[in-house]
């Protein structure tokens, strides 16, 4: 029977640090200068670029000399997110009274049933999902458990094979499409690539890993749709032919179409501070605002994912136990050691008595904890009342105590999800991103003067982008998120408009999601950027902006490891692949009041040409920064009665419209003129002078944040004329994308003497019926206009963009033609006969019309 052996999880941890070994070890000079095949393309950034590489090789210095002198592994991570601090970095501690003295989620019924996770070390994927399942029920507000059961196999096989145009399709996202081929490959003695469940189900997870899945709309879905077992049904039965769990023979493989299916989207990933800070010199300190951070995460609602050292040998045995007694199921491990084993914590015993734990007298060497209290912990070990695959006796009923004062706790996180999309598989969803290379760690760089990351992605159709995320390392870290809509050309990630932005601060380190104040229309094959600037207050009262950048072995390094150390000849079998493309990802910094940015692909090339052996043994990721939207189709414009109104020889006129404005409408206000005198007067004007006549580009925009929005409701526009002419006429109309014609919806009130109703316009004429306003008579009727000729183009610039409409005939209607005219302009000019008498005034007509802002390439 295969189980949890001792020998794995001293495999694990090998593999792990060989892993953080690799990366930390490898040589940097610092402050070498560009690479001369970079130096070209990012001239007028060069000192930006020197400085991240001067960072980036002091980051990775600190960490080989903190290794050397303590060899512990967690030196070699620079993600602090998970260090312990006090109450003048961070969380400020709480009084005791803030916390019951127990506590327990399994009474309010917000914990799953244990499960089995054999024959596969996936303890990291099944303390995960457990957290996961506990979070989801509490925040559902449900009263029970049974039934609800997300999948471990789907986060434990896709975290370990790297993305297929298989996931993606032929069709798939251009994000996607850049990124195919990236990720972890596992491989065999031999270094071929293999997808033997025996290696790929082997590998061990951290929080940074299962982050990285789960953020990124891989998973959770349902244990029905990817089960833990093998495609077989092969089982591993008992002495009485019994099954006890499913075989590691068969197929374990999951299907690459259901990469990208989750059943709701992650919100937040919180890695919590522990309760176990080892200092400098590898020694243990007790920091009780770790054991606060996790009792205030369950009093949430939220269990706890937590790695420590186990020394069990296999479910329900101990092999020489030295940390845990098995009569009472309590665990202290009492000098600093490795971590081994994953679990959830979904409770807490203030009072569970120290004589519980093991001493001297039962195990030689067994140093009981300094004082009571123990978490309450649910194993993936199987448990004595469950039913198969997770029937086992192990613990007390497959959950057991670890004390408070455990010196190997580490790794703690938690996870909040969006419930609102709970079953939606994802369908709706659309995440733009590049970063599909799950790091053990993230290696963070903090820099004393401001920087950002940011990413620019490509629109696959239209969409609005409703959330963005990012990753932090640091409790208490402000986040500023801006996103840009770029302009054609752009060459960096602020060459566009601001359209949305937002700013949190997040007690915790970890992942994060936010969503906009607003949603932002983004048209198909459009640029838009996110730009995230992180900010921290360092002990010394100073500011840092810290960024991260994900790393691991590629297959250089895998085959050098191998070759300088041939004892992890079939130990360490995977190696990673990250791709970094030109214009993907960019770093931003600022000094002296300039702002550089630098393409993330040009610091990579950098990174790796500084290595001194010449040896590219590292690959690198894109920043961990994404975007979150959902498909938005043509909307439906204005339906309701538009208004424009002024009264004789005023200076501005104000439109009021009731609907529907989708965000990025712009207002344009266009002039024409039907009579002789007011052409005169046009053609006097520069260009200059007619843009401030008519106020062109306009954009709708929230009155408080000042950025477009989504509009719903009365809307009230004033445009100053600037010029008294007498006798103007207001239109306001919209343009659906792929709609040559513009259809106006509105009343159009003229000269303050009359009221015309219009229902449709066209660019050649208009339709509706005149109606005489209260409480002014209706004026004499004035002679049957007849269509005006074309007049001249104007010699000046026109203020509208669109193209000339060519004159075609006007269909037939019910409604009594008020006036068909064609003009340069592509203009409808609104002159009304009858009660209107528009056409004996002297006027001109101003045009407000509605349209998306559409980059050249989609208005063509």
Not at 381 to 391: C, D, I, L, V
Request: glycine share 8%.
């Amino acid at each position: 029977m295969k189980t949890q052996p001792l020998p794995l999880v001293t495999r694990l941890a090998r593999v792990s640090l060989a892993f953080l070994l690799a990366f930390a070890l490898a040589p940097l000079a610092p402050g070498v200068a560009l690479a001369d095949s970079a130096a070209a393309d990012t001239a007028d950034n060069s000192a930006a670029a020197d400085h991240f590489l001067r960072m980036f090789n002091e980051v990775n210095a600190e960490m080989r000399q903190k290794y050397h002198g303590t060899g512990n592994v967690a030196d070699l991570l620079t993600n602090r997110a998970s260090d312990g601090f006090d109450a003048t970095n961070g969380i400020a501690p709480m009084s005791q009274d803030a916390f019951p003295a127990s506590y327990d989620l399994r009474d309010l019924d917000k914990v799953t049933p244990v499960k089995f996770q054999n024959p596969w070390g996936t303890c990291w994927s099944f303390g995960a999902i457990a957290a996961s399942e506990t979070s989801i029920l509490s925040e559902l507000g449900g009263s029970t458990s049974k039934g609800f059961d997300l999948s471990e196999l789907h986060l434990g096989w896709l975290a370990y094979t790297p993305l297929s145009q298989e996931a993606i399709g032929d069709t798939g996202s251009t994000n996607f499409q850049s990124q195919v081929g990236e990720g972890y490959y596992t491989v065999d003695a031999d270094g071929n690539h293999s997808l033997d469940p025996n290696i790929v189900l082997e590998q061990g997870g951290s929080p940074p890993t299962i982050t990285s899945v789960l953020s990124s709309g891989i998973g959770p879905v349902p244990e029905s749709l990817v089960p833990y077992r093998n495609k077989e049904g092969i089982t591993v039965n008992d002495g009485a032919g019994t099954p006890v769990y499913y075989s590691p023979d068969g197929d374990w493989s999951v299907d690459e179409s259901l990469r990208f299916t989750s059943a709701l989207q992650l919100e937040e990933a919180s890695l919590l501070p522990s309760s176990a800070v080892i200092d400098d010199e590898n020694k243990y300190h007790f920091n009780y605002a770790g054991v606060e951070a996790i009792k205030s995460e369950v009093l949430q609602g939220r269990a706890v994912s937590v790695n420590f050292c186990a020394d069990q040998s296999m479910p329900g045995v101990a092999v020489d136990p030295k940390y845990i007694n098995t009569d009472t199921w309590a665990h202290y491990t009492y000098e600093v050691v490795p971590i081994t084993h994953a679990v959830t914590i979904v409770g807490w015993d203030d009072d569970y008595a120290v004589d519980n734990f093991l001493t001297s007298e039962q195990v030689e060497g067994a140093v009981p904890p300094p004082g009571p209290g123990a978490w309450i912990v649910k194993n993936s070990w199987g448990a004595q009342s469950g039913t198969f695959p997770n029937k086992f006796d192990w613990g007390e009923d497959g959950y057991f105590y670890l004390s408070y004062y455990d010196q190997s706790i580490n790794n703690i996180e938690t996870f909040n999800y969006d419930t609102t999309t709970l079953g939606d598989q994802g369908d709706y969803r659309i995440i733009d991103q590049y970063d599909f290379m799950p790091s053990p760690s993230s290696m963070t760089l903090p820099n004393p003067t401001p920087a950002s990351m940011a990413n620019v992605f490509t629109a696959d159709e239209r969409q609005a982008v409703t959330s963005v995320s990012c990753e932090t390392s640091y409790p208490d870290t402000k986040v500023t998120y801006e996103m840009y809509v770029l302009d054609d050309g752009a060459t960096e990630p602020r060459d566009g408009t601001l359209a949305a932005t937002a700013t949190e601060t997040y007690e915790y380190g970890g992942y994060h999601l936010v969503h906009l104040p607003q949603s932002v229309i983004v048209e198909k094959g459009q640029k838009y950027s996110v730009v995230v600037t992180e900010e921290v207050v360092a002990p010394s009262g100073q500011i840092i902006y810290s960024s991260q950048i994900d790393s691991s072995i590629n297959r250089l390094g895998w085959e050098k490891l191998i070759r300088d150390q041939p004892e992890l000849k079939g130990l360490l079998t995977k190696y990673a692949l990250g791709i970094v493309n030109r214009e993907e990802s960019f770093w931003l910094l600022t000094e002296d009041g300039e702002e550089s940015a630098v393409d993330l692909f040009d610091l990579v090339a950098d990174i790796k040409a500084s290595n001194p052996d010449g040896e590219d043994t590292i690959d690198y990721d894109n920043f961990p920064i994404k975007a979150y939207a959902e498909p938005a189709p043509e909307p439906e414009y204005v339906k309701e009665s538009v208004s424009a109104a002024f009264g004789e020889g005023a200076d501005a006129v104000t439109v009021t419209a009731v609907g529907e404005f989708p965000e990025g409408t712009e207002v344009e206000l266009l002039l024409a003129a039907v009579d002789k005198e007011t052409a005169n007067a046009l053609a006097k004007l520069d260009g200059t002078g007619k843009k401030q006549i008519l106020a062109l580009d306009v954009a709708l925009s929230d009155k408080n944040t000042q950025k477009p929005v989504d509009f719903k409701g009365a809307l009230t526009l004033t445009f100053d004329i600037g010029t008294r002419y007498e006798g103007w006429a207001v239109n306001v109309a919209h343009q659906p994308v792929g709609v040559e014609g513009e259809t106006f919806r509105g009343i159009v009130v003229a000269d303050g003497k009359a009221v015309v109703k219009v229902d449709s316009l066209s660019p050649f004429g208009v339709y509706g019926e005149a109606q005489a306003p209260a409480p002014e008579p209706a004026p004499a009727p004035a002679p049957e206009p007849k269509p005006n000729p074309t007049p001249a183009p104007s010699p000046t610039p026109t203020p509208s963009p669109a193209p000339s409409p060519t004159p075609a005939s006007v269909k037939s209607t019910k409604k009594t033609p008020l006036a068909a005219t064609g003009d340069p302009l592509g203009l409808a000019l609104a002159v009304a006969g009858g009660a209107a008498a528009l056409s004996a005034c002297a006027c001109a007509v101003v045009v407000v019309r509605m349209r998306r802002r559409r980059s050249k390439e989609n208005a063509e």
